[in-house]
């Protein structure tokens, strides 16, 4: 349906457009790899040998995936690095401070979840994401706005999840009380803070 000419130009302008988001993802996997050939995982866990409170490591979790996601805007490569890292300091540590079994597993299954959620967390704040950078394409809104943008709503749920959900979790919280009050304080929150969007018609 186009001509050679307006075919050429279709082409050079889908270049243009997709260039910059080719080569901040290209930084972000190299960014990654870097990472991963430092051995990060073994200098934390020597870092944390002995020196924090199991109770804590769910929390210290979700904060450490969300940096790192952040910084490297990989959701899965942050699960690579972490879930090595975490899982077995969680139970090595719930076990040399005494906890019984149910304790332990209970926040060792805590740290699976905050390793995702923080991951999650931190690839959709993260301005070199993948996800990120093809839906400011794809709504062709400038990148950093995005990221500025969704960045408050995001965050204000992490911390909810932070404080209510995770650290009570860890000393026991039934999870079906966790959600109840963290869903009261989302809905305060919005009643609250937010302001209705006015429509266009």
């Known amino acids: 349906l186009l001509s050679l000419d307006k075919t050429m130009q279709s082409a050079i302008n889908g270049f243009k457009t997709m260039l910059t988001a080719i080569i901040i993802l290209v930084l972000a996997w190299s960014l990654a790899l870097i990472i991963e050939e430092m051995h990060t995982a073994d200098f934390i866990t020597s870092l944390l040998s002995e020196s924090i409170s199991p109770y804590l ?49 209970s926040i060792f299954n805590n740290v699976v979840a905050c390793v995702l959620a923080g991951a999650v967390l931190g690839d959709h704040c993260s301005p070199i994401s993948d996800t990120t950078i093809l839906s400011s394409l794809a709504s062709s ?30 000393f026991g919280l039934p999870f079906i009380v966790n959600i109840v009050i963290s869903t009261a304080i989302l809905f305060l929150i919005v009643k609250r803070v937010g302001k209705k969007v006015e429509s266009s018609h």
Request: hydrophobic fraction near 55%; aromatic fraction near 10%; glycine fraction near 6%.
């Open 57 to 105: 490591i769910p929390a210290f979790t979700f904060v450490l995936a969300a940096i790192v996601a952040f910084s490297t805007g990989s959701s899965w490569g942050t699960m690579a690095i972490i879930y090595p890292l975490m899982l077995p300091t969680a139970w090595h540590l719930s076990q040399a401070n005494g906890l019984d079994f149910e304790t332990s597993l």
């Open 141 to 170: 809104c400038d990148h950093i706005s995005h990221v500025r943008t969704q960045m408050p709503y995001a965050l204000t749920v992490g911390v909810i999840a932070l404080l209510v959900g995770t650290l009570p979790a860890a």
